[in-house]
């Protein structure tokens, strides 16, 4: 039988695992439904996008301030939010089989006893959809009792709302202002799947924008806007990203409005992150169950409001998953086809790869003392004196490293570098004592080749 080329999502995944980006969890004692390990790159790969994302919603602009809240909050929060009772996804059974499924995903399911068919589609009959509450449960202390049972945030904005005043207070800001957090989010998902598109333990970056009520539009339109163009200028390409505005029925109970940013996965239109009108609800719900007034004064207009809020969340690993998935491109050269992954040089896990021609004549010394400077100068490097130099360079167009170092003869007698470029594969005599420079403006005037 002729061998079939693995479908678009089966070579990320098996990309992620060769080159060590995403690795099955506890895998040596045959892994744990749909849950995921970040091996070298992959780490990488999230701090980058991380650091993307705070330098971009925090760093660079002077109404935001950072936060990073407890995972376990007194149980009352979710409770007072809404979570305890109604932050669930319908779920059927088939009666057949007893997997279970997301009613409102059923489209999508696939039956875990019989892959090629949908749930339904067999002779097993589905049961009533019926709520499940997708909040982990755990015990706090040494006594297993219902009044010592805690939930793991099921999203990490409420930590924000329970700290709005403390902010209020300690930070001198005013609304319009924001309150950001990255951290991990837990939810006990009827159906994780897609690789790390949906797993039950993952990280989120989440900002509440605290406004005065009659700015909300402006803020909305604002946020929105940003957001999108967030994941554009980090290349990803427009045409695989679409804003979709939700329908009043897909509404949450908290919004007036909200907006998903999609993008156009293998497997078919996905959220990847959501921009939403929370009204003054959070706010007003804390203040009234907690007792706690969290009501906004204005020494100028003397005016008193509880702000409302524009929250753009998304999650981290779905982010990284789109980076990875929107990168990646099997290119065809005269001879051969060569993968790679086209990261903008601030995504990218290493930024510049260094290599001696050949392992002789002082070559690999002279690279690890040129790569040492560069990791000096906070650049995220690599080092590689195996195989031929062709076969190196393909190894990081693989793991999307924009640029490689050469040292050649040319560097021990005039001290000048060979820099290849990912995407070009053109080669520059690059002086050493211009190196960084040359780097640091290669990666900040870079563009997508289309
Ligand atoms: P979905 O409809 O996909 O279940 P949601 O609308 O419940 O997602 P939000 O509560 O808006 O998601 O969460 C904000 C973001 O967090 C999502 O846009 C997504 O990027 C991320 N996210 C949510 N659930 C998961 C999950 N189970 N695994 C990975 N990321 C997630």
Redesign the pocket.
Known sequence: MAKQKPGPMQTIVSLCKRRGFVYPASEIYGGIGNTYDYGPLGVELLRRVKDAWWNRTVTAREDVVGLDSAIIQNPQTWVTSGHVGGFSDPMVDCKLCKSRFRADKLEDAKCPEKPSKRPGECAGELTEPREFNLMFKTNLGAVESSSSVAYLRP?TAQGIFLNFKNVLESSRLKPPFGIAQIGKSF?N?IT?GNFV???RE?E?AEMEFFVPPAEEAQWYDFWRTERFNWYTELGIRSEKLRMREHEASELAHYSTATADIEYEYPFGWG????VACRTDFDLKRHSEASGTDLVYFDPQTKEHYTPYVIEP???I??MALTFLIDAYEEEQLEKDTRAVLRFHPEIAPITCAVFPLVKKEGMPEKAKEIEASLRRARMSTFYDEKAAIGKRYRRQDEVGTPYCVTVDGDTLADDVVTVRERDSMAQEKVKVSELQTYLFEKMGSWSRPS
Do not use: H, K, S, V
Not at 271 to 274: H, I, K, M, R, V
């Open positions: 999203e939810r998902e994780p598109f949906r797993t993952f989120q959220e990847l992150e959501g969340a998304g999650g690993n779905r």
